[in-house]
């Protein structure tokens, strides 16, 4: 029973991940600053936990899970930014892909933390999925090369998976010291700051949110739900396994990312890019079985 509810949290990882960053595209597309895209999903999922704090059990008021949480709240809410940002300026089916960098960040990141040592198969299954990523590369005009990273979307599409893989690393020691509740309450309302602080000083005025077209708050609403299903899941599948392991995983999401690009985006080379997918998820399988 446990073991298929984990796959069920990362099932519903996968899906909630890749359609949350088609709205944050969508959003951008439509010309919402991705820094405003950032802040109201982050304060809608504040509004929303308001009323189960009191839930929380004394383990908030450790020293650890303050220092743990603000440092996940400052690295998460970057990280996104960066993330939207990236989708703002590049194709999903290309930048879906980059995040099979973040296993190794992860791995790296869960042994000198959390001391996760990985196995020689689970490092083989990284060795697969950043090879499968280098074809997905292979469809741009740079190619795989310096001037490939040398593009905006590409950079900030490193930072963010860089960001994030640090904040999932704090997630955990947050749970570890409290909850998986309380790690996502958490997560919210140190988002919520960081993420307000990101948009004051990159000069974006807090009447931009109030002019919010009616088309696009079903839209924000959307990225809010998909945005706390991956929190949710992400944290349980956390509290589970390895942190290395599970980012490891959730790279299966960058199939659907190739294939809701074409579909939705009308993004091009859907089977050099689909066959690069496929090669990153025998990477993932060979991390599920060892």
Known sequence: MQNLTIITAVILRILSNSFSNVFQKKLTAENESPYCVNFVTYIILTVFCLPFLGSLSGAIFTADFWIYSILGGIFGAAGNAFLIKALEKGELSVLGP???????????????????????????????????SYLVFDTVDEKFSIALFKRKDIRYRFYALFLTAIEAVFIKKVILVSSVAASCISTCIFGALFSFMILKFKGVKLG???????????????TAICFALVMVTTAYTFLKINVGYALSLFQLSILLNVILGYKIFKEKHLLKKLTGAFVIILGSIAVILY
């Open 98 to 132: 980059i995040n099979a960098y973040k296993s190794v960040i992860g791995l790296l990141g869960g042994m000198i933390f959390l001391k996760e040592m990985p196995s020689l198969t689970g490092l083989l299954g990284v060795g697969l999925i950043i090879a499968g």
């Open 208 to 222: 931009k949110i109030s002019k919010i077209m009616p088309d696009h708050r079903l839209w924000y609403l959307s």
